[in-house]
């Protein structure tokens, strides 16, 4: 069923809510493995309900989830875990008197080839300096953009299909900006396993387009626009924000 051309997600005509109060509405996206997705749009429009919906965490009134090819039906954030599905929340939301190191490690409990994890956190240190000079250091005492790279990395050294990515640039310098998004790209394009599917939440647009295949722009839980990278400069974004 997973051949190279099945999206790794599908989103039909996804409404989603809570309790009572829909807040996303007929939303239909397809990412494939390698791809990111980029979803933007201004505070309340529906971003971070969009991957809450995805692992279940607000509900579905209509549409469907598919994933690997097949509905996601009965879906919990425990279960989207054991699917290889990772969520990097916005606010990171790492352990915050845990090291670097051990936040990592976090992210590969639930892998079968345990045996491989210490050498995959080794390579992940190795690759990503930020990383290595936080390996050691507590997540309390870490900057915002260093706990991001932290938090990213413990998300891909769960092996993910595909991972929800929140508002990754928030509050951080410009600097590691480029560094988070770097990231990001090398996620969806790892070599080693075939590459993930990516859907990234972000308001920073120019980043976003920096690594995003295609785009979608929610506003008021439905989407105004959505296309490939190359349809919209970060300037006609820009403007259909302000509507
Ligand atoms: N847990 C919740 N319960 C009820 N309403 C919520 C909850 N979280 C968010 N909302 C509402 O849903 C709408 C979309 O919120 P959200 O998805 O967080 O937007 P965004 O991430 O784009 O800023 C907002 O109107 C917000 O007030
Ligand atoms: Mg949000």
């Not at 706990?147 to 769960?158: E, P, T």
């Not at 600097?175 to 990001?184: A, D, G, M, R, W």
């Not at 939440?201 to 626009?225: K, P, R, T, W, Y």
């Amino acid at each position: 069923m997973s051949g190279a051309d099945v999206p790794v997600l599908e989103l039909e005509r996804l409404s989603l809510a809570y309790g009572e109060t829909v807040v996303v509405r007929d939303v239909s996206l397809k990412v494939r493995a390698g791809e990111v997705y980029a979803v933007m749009g201004p505070n309340g429009a529906g971003k971070t309900t969009l991957l809450n919906g995805i692992v279940g965490m607000a509900s579905r009134v209509e549409g469907r989830i598919v994933f690997d090819g097949e509905p996601l039906e009965r879906i919990n954030p425990q279960r989207a875990a054991k699917r290889r599905i990772a969520y990097v929340p916005q606010g990171r939301q790492l352990f915050p008197y845990a090291s670097g190191r051990m936040n990592l490690w976090s992210g590969g409990y639930g892998r079968r080839d345990r045996g491989r994890l210490e050498k995959d956190i080794d390579d992940f240190i190795a690759a990503w300096p930020v990383a290595a000079r936080v390996a050691k250091r507590n997540a309390e005492v870490m900057s915002g953009g260093e706990q991001q790279v932290i938090a990213i990395g413990r998300g891909a050294l769960s092996k993910p299909r595909l991972m929800l990515i929140d508002e990754p640039s928030l509050g951080l310098a410009p600097i590691l900006v480029q560094e988070v998004f770097k990231l990001i790209a090398d996620v969806a394009s790892d070599a080693s396993h075939a590459g993930a599917a990516v859907v990234l939440v972000e308001q920073n647009v120019e980043a976003a387009l920096s690594v995003a295949d295609h785009v979608c722009i929610l506003s008021g839980g439905q989407v105004v626009h959505q296309g490939a990278r190359g349809d919209l400069t970060a300037a006609d974004i820009g403007d259909m924000y302000l509507h």
